[in-house]
DNA sequence: TTACTTTCTGACCAAATGGTCAACTATGGA
DNA sequence: TCCATAGTTGACCATTTGGTCAGAAAGTAA
């Protein structure tokens, strides 16, 4: 790796830049984020800043579009053949990955959804909404097989999908709450078997 | 009822107020909030609003523990000697109203848990962990005698309050996903249903 | 009516907002 | 070396921010 050292900078500033936003939208959301904090967190000048991402506008698109690559890179295929017990535990575990690697992005996800997902209406009723049912047509056909109780296939993943999330979205009341400092790798491997056993009890899924 | 003018007045701005304010600052959180904003949803002038509540600040207070009471309000009592599947179904049922009659302020409680929850510190580390610990305790002791399986309490309410939550913090992309204009109350009834079904088939309880 | 309190609001303020720009300093290839 | 390109930044701008305040308006009680 002998870069330029231009190009080095850029990349360093860039990824800065990245982490520091996303820690910043995270925390206030789209509005209640000011460059110059970015520019703080970043050790970089306000100008700087806005010189590598042109507006606060496209530096927070951006982190939209990077976070549902993340989104997208986990949600794997899914077949009627497959095995429910199987597919719906390594779905949470992937969930839960996401979660626990990217909770900054995980917040910001959130904060735009609460805010009434303004930049994402596109993406929630396109791409997702079609992956939702892709997953629901064959969860019913393991309804139908006998194979889990037939229970309505879209809460099943919202209930996935909040349980999960809900750690990064709310880590400062689950810290207070569980009197930590922060979850170890051992409390996501806790939560992670805990969610699976129950979840996957829960909807009749032998294993 | 025949009251004073004056106060008569006064009790109907503060209401529109307070129901503005929740709305602008379960969107943008606090920072994103602006006072002008919240006046004008309130149908008020800037400076009506601040001689009403004194500051931005205050009435975001005000609004928590309005939310707090509310929650607080749903929190009962708990023995060994209840009914686990009695217990545990009232709980979200409770819950999952709270996020039916309130969302705003679920959001509002969301925006402030996503933003560190600066002004709730306290309240999560007092009452609030007192509350989880003494149910803890009785989950504890159910699993003991069989009427439950030895599942981690703690991480059991965390998933009810995450499932029950989800659907006031992430309306829009459940309303995306699912393709309505809004959830109504059978929409409720039925996802109510599926959790009280899931989850207490998961924790292994009869009822 | 009069006297007094409460409610209301436009004008105003210092500070912060997102963004522009001209001037400056590297950097890297010729 | 020289030059073009890229990176860097403080000064600056119009607008918005939370908040103050003087005084107008309206209600209340005698």
Redesign the interface.
Known sequence: MNMPESTRARTRNEKAILEAAEQVF????????SVQAIAEAAGLPKSNVLYYVGSKRRLYVALLERMMERWNAMLDDIRVEDDPAEVIEAFIRSKMQLTQTHPQGS?LF??E?????PFL?EY??GE??DW?EERARVFRQWAERGQM?P??P???I??I???T???A??E???V????REALDDSDYQ??TD??C????????IRR
């Open positions: 995270a925390r206030h959301g789209y509005r209640g984020a917040r959130a904060a959804i609460l805010g009434g997902a209406q929630l009723h997702l909404r939702v109780d229970i309505d879209v809460w099943l919202f209930l999908w909040s349980a999330q809900h750690y979205d709310f400062a009341q689950v207070a709450i569980t009197d806790d939560i805990f969610l056993q129950v979840i996957l009890k829960g909807c009749g």
